[in-house]
């Protein structure tokens, strides 16, 4: 296994056995096949048993962890293993989708557990973990303890129903939750069930939309609740929002291991401090807090996967059988989810494959064969969805609320990364060749990407500020080969007790630096003017504070889920506000919590729905919001149920649709 990010291109070749194979001469036993394959299923079957089924995520991960030779620390193996696990779960997950036990826990997990068995067995690997521990694994898990701690701050301890003012920030977040909805429904991916996924989401998505994401986290939901079965529709709002959370921090966690990792043994001490830090304070300090509030949950979780996937292959420590292994996750995993970033982790696939082409040789016909297996099954759902019903260029150039990462950190580590790469010292190097490869070849495609978007609307748009948000976490797994460029510490003379504490000293002066460097952290020190700190003004603390919290929504929230909604089988149309947004959030919203999130296509009429509030409207804006209340209603399959807020408005409501041989049941449901 190779353990340094040094590897020079033009060194002789040294074939070595692949780590873990004891040799030919080693025997396969089959006792030891036929106890790992019955453990295979006996661990599932006991966990299902006593509805234990989540301790099969770890049991998954540890058992990946065991196999392959990845790092030579625990926490690298496992964040691989975890990787891995999810790549797995994706891409097996067609296979999931057509069978006849869906996201059942046992089968699923029994499957998995058996490939690793017969796989390992095959390799002739012993199940092995290093638990040795690096002093800059504290950052790594204290950026995502405090990232966790800052985005479930104002959710803890609230109940269900009160936590969906904080769901329900944006329209985005509702259609992802529908998604998610539907997968879970249905057993499988949505495109793979288009008929029986339109009721849960709203056509096209079933076909055209990356499903990695929802999919994944769907079969966690049914490991959770040890069920197929969903369960009620706010009970999974809760679980879904709580999973959403949660990948905000390990995407954070998991930046500042990937600029860890590129910075191979050498980083280490104040330097690895000073990175780590760094990459923590950007993120928990910038911008990208944002992707929480706007509901961009997809492109959370993709970004997570792609800096991983870089990650391993800007370094790509590790023997032929893991470079195939984590290239394959990468490929899946990242397409799966946001297909926008397939093409990054090719760019970086393509250059690691030239740069590092001596480390195949006598390989090459495997090794490419199984990354184009790969590659066309990463590629499926892309494929299926252009296709079909998916206009691409249409797409590209679609307009909505937008995400615009830290120009200038976004920029300025960009050339830093540029300078680092370039020195004499890294340039022989594969790490430094690879970052080279990487930033140029991300920033030619975000240009070109640009470019055309001003020449065929005249602007940059929605996913333009997408690729940006890529291109930002290319900057900061940079830092990983930039921190390389500080000195390091020298030596200290006496005990050893004393050179520890200069270390932790060090490392610790060195983080606080750059968290207030980088994240606008003053400890302490007043501001000037007595204005608040960059921190304090950071998105992040303003989620935390509760201030992005949906007001307009909590209560139309709090009347709907008290409402008796469970096992609603006609649309609900929800009028509590004069505010046409308000209304269509609370009709979305009606509909999540019914299940019934396709009937949405029809419902968007509600945006132009303006009366249900106790205020009066004008008559025309009556008559006008009348007419788009029956276009709506003609939109349902079935006769619709429409709450309004205000008696008098309800009364009117439902004389002028009968008079005009509408079917609805309109009734009065007072805000609570």
Known sequence: ???????????????????????????????????????????????????????????????????????????DRLVVAAFLLCGAVMGLGLLFSVWPWGLAPVPGA??????????????????????????????????????????????????????????????????????????????GYAFLHQDAARAYMMTPSEAVYPQGSHFLLAWIDALVTSSVQAGSALAMTNRYFIYVLAC???????????????????L????????????????????????????????????????????????????????????AAGLIAVTFVYNLYGALVGIALAAVLLIHRRRFTGRWIPVLAALAGVTLVAGLPSVFSVLTKLDVAKTSNLAGPMVIPDR????????????????????????GQMVLALVLGAA?????????????IGYYSYYFEKLTAAGLVIALLSLGLIGLMLPPAGGTAGPALRRRADLVLRSGLAAAA???????????????????SAWYDSPMLKWTRG?????????????????????????????????????LQSTFLAQILTKQGGTMVGLYEVFHVKVGGPAAVEEKEYQVSLGRLKTAIASCPSRPTVLVGDLRTADRIRQDLAAAGTEASVVHAPLR
């Not at 396969?28 to 036929?34: F, G, I, K, M, N």
């Not at 929480?292 to 997570?304: H, M, N, Q, V, W």
């Not at 950190?409 to 594969?430: D, H, K, Q, S």
Request: proline share 6%; glycine share 10%; charged share 15%.
């Open 1 to 75: 296994m190779a353990t340094s990010s040094a590897v020079l291109t033009r060194e002789p070749v040294v074939h070595r056995p692949e780590p873990g194979i004891t040799g030919p001469s080693a025997r396969r036993s089959p006792t030891v096949l036929a106890a790992a394959l019955a453990a295979s299923w006996a661990v599932p079957l006991l966990l299902h048993t006593v509805a234990l089924d989540v301790l099969l995520l770890p049991v998954l991960v540890l058992t990946i962890a065991a196999l392959i030779r990845v790092g030579g620390g625990l926490l």
């Open 110 to 187: 029994g499957l998995m557990l058996t490939i690793a068995s017969v796989s390992g067995w095959l390799a002739r690997r012993r199940p092995r973990i290093p638990l040795r521990l690096r002093g800059s694994d504290a950052l790594i898990a204290g950026t995502v303890a405090v990232v966790w701690h800052y985005v479930h701050h104002p959710v803890a301890g609230r109940p269900a129903a009160e936590r969906l003012a904080y769901f329900v920030t944006s329209e985005d977040r509702m259609g992802h939750f529908s998604y998610f909805t539907g997968i879970r429904e249905v057993g």
């Open 248 to 266: 905000y921090a390990l995407f954070c966690g998991a930046l500042v291991w990937a600029a860890r990792w590129i910075g191979g043994p050498r």
């Open 268 to 327: 280490r001490g104040w330097r690895a401090a000073a990175v780590c830090a760094t990459v923590a304070a950007v993120m928990m300090s910038g911008s990208m807090a944002q992707l929480i509030e706007r509901g961009f949950d997809s492109e959370t979780i993709g970004l997570l996967f792609l800096a991983v996937a870089l990650a391993l292959l800007v370094r790509p420590a590790v023997g032929r059988t893991e470079f195939v292994l984590t290239a």
């Open 408 to 431: 200038p950190v976004f920029i300025g580590l960009g050339l830093l990364a540029l300078v680092a790469a370039t020195l004499p010292v890294n340039r022989r190097t594969g790490t």
């Open 444 to 456: 030619a495609m975000i240009g070109a990407f640009g470019a055309w978007q001003k020449h065929t």
């Open 514 to 532: 750059a968290l207030a460097l980088f994240g606008g952290v003053q400890w302490g020190v007043p501001s000037g003017w007595g204005h608040p």
């Open 547 to 583: 201030e992005a919290r949906n007001k307009d929504i909590a209560a139309p929230a709090r009347t709907l889920t008290g409402r008796d909604l469970q096992g609603a089988a006609s649309p609900v149309i929800a009028l509590y506000s004069n505010d046409s947004f308000v209304n």
